[in-house]
């Protein structure tokens, strides 16, 4: 396959839910403010944002640990429910394939779980893992744009494929929002409660930078919302 193909394909599998995981959880750790940013651990991405002291940073650091596999265990059960339903929805696709559009898919599937499974490990030690989009619209592993249309472009589909497969990804992309907007609520849950825990060490200008960037952070999910529903 060649690297412009399998690019394409990768969009193509992403469309079929994987990516559509990754984004939901922020990268499969942390989002917010304790999120890993440009990389490193939750708590020093916290401590350059917040300039925390070395005395702060111990007070925090077992609210953080604590919160860890909380995030995991949000990560792993979406997971499923992903892994599940991108079953599902390849069962019902692939009659509509030729044996070579097939083939390819099989080597697809393959690939991404290997990446998959990368994330996971990298999720779990708590390390930041690769970033597969290139934008925030759609780019390689990303979800921007119609799934259906980066899944015939990467595998040729002709137009009466698309007419066949179309019911079958209008179905799915319902219960991907619904599995997509849990995590939200269970990783925000979970981050309020952190932070709640962290904020009477902070000082009061602490408190107040920590206030406006979450407020930034909220309008900023906000208008990515707002364009995934455009």
Known sequence: ??????????????????????????HGGPCGPMGHGRGGSPLEHLSRVLGLT?????????????????????????????????????????????????????????????????????????????RWGHGRHGGP???????????ARAFGLSEAQQAQ?????????????????DVHAKMKSVMQDTISKIKPALTAAQLEQLSTLQQKMEQMRAARGAGKDV
């Open 141 to 151: 592993g990303g979800m921007g744009g119609d799934p259906l249309a980066h899944f």
């Open 54 to 130: 070395d005395a702060q940073k111990t007070q925090i650091q077992p609210i953080v640990d604590a919160a860890k596999p909380q995030f995991h265990a949000i990560h792993q059960d979406a997971h499923a429910k992903v892994k599940a339903l991108m079953a599902e929805t390849i069962t019902k696709v692939t009659p509509y394939l030729t044996p070579d559009q097939q083939q390819e898919l099989v080597v697809i599937r393959r690939h991404m779980d290997r990446r998959v499974a990368a994330r996971d490990a990298a999720a779990k030690d708590g390390q930041p893992p690769e």
């Open 165 to 181: 497969v179309k019911p079958i990804f209008d179905a799915a992309a319902p219960q991907m929002k619904a599995i997509r907007d």
């Open 1 to 26: 396959m060649k690297k412009n193909s399998m690019i394409l394909a990768l969009s193509a599998a992403a469309a079929l839910g994987i990516a559509g995981l990754v984004a939901a959880q922020g």
